[in-house]
């Protein structure tokens, strides 16, 4: 079965140079980004528009294409994206794109939950459900790390654990 694929394409390294997509998308419809400060009027409008079952992101680099993302995964699209970091604890640490991860704030604990925990009274917890199910970490080229649940990669990074 197929599915309706978008791709968002802002420097055309998903679907080539040309005016005509690359044969490698096979039947994906390709939306070209003029400029980067429209790529998430465009992610936006790919679902609009064009009621795409997956949509695929070429970079997603700052707060605006953060948020389209999250509304897009809130629509049920599944969603492929690319940003830059060497690993997930990078996106813990990037203000700009933290809410892909679910977002992150302190939290005050009372003694006797820090205790049960065996932690500080202030801890970081994660504050929503992260914007993908599933993150790859391309390490080195021919080593990946793969968190098949990043809500759970996230919590154990969160709490000091090995993921």
């Given at each position: 079965m197929e599915k309706r694929v978008i791709i968002v394409d802002t420097s055309n390294e998903i679907g080539g140079e040309?005016?005509?997509?690359?044969?490698?998308?096979?039947?994906?419809?390709?939306?070209?980004?003029?400029?980067?400060?429209?790529?998430?009027q465009i992610m936006i409008e790919a679902v609009e528009n064009h009621m795409p079952e997956v949509i695929i992101i070429d970079e997603i680099?700052?707060?605006?294409?953060?948020?389209?993302?999250r509304t897009i995964a809130e629509k049920g699209v599944k969603l492929?994206?690319?940003t830059h970091g060497d690993c997930l604890e990078n996106l813990i640490k990037n203000p700009?794109?933290?809410?892909?991860?679910?977002?992150?704030?302190?939290?005050?604990?009372?003694?006797?939950?820090?205790?049960?925990?065996?932690t500080q009274k202030t801890i970081l917890e994660r504050t929503t459900y992260p914007t993908f199910t599933i993150v790859v970490e391309m390490n080195q080229q021919n080593f990946w790390t793969i968190h098949e649940d990043v809500k759970m990669s996230i919590d154990m990074v969160l709490r000091g654990q090995e993921y």
């Open positions: 040309s005016d005509i997509p690359h044969l490698g998308i096979g039947r994906a419809r390709r939306m070209q980004v003029a400029t980067t400060e429209s790529q998430h680099a700052n707060s605006l294409e953060v948020l389209a993302a492929i994206g690319t700009t794109l933290v809410d892909l991860i679910g977002g992150i704030q302190y939290v005050t604990l009372s003694d006797e939950e820090a205790k049960r925990r065996k």
